[in-house]
């Protein structure tokens, strides 16, 4: 089952299987521990100080 990943009661991504998240500042990066290679990231909007999200089992 995928995880969303939401803002706001938006999702705003989908994690890949075998990925796991962190927030760094205003980004989440995405990573895989199994390919050191694999990099993506999404920056929070100006207006998220915090930078919070929730994350939501069943996808979107």
Do not use: N
């Amino acid at each position: 089952m995928p995880l969303a990943i939401r803002r706001k009661g938006k999702v705003i991504a989908t994690l890949e299987e075998g990925e796991e998240w962190v927030i760094v500042g205003k980004k989440i990066l995405f990573t895989k521990p199994s390919d050191p290679t694999h990099c993506r990231e999404i920056t929070m909007p100006k207006d998220d100080a915090e930078g919070l999200v929730e994350m939501w089992l069943g996808g979107s």
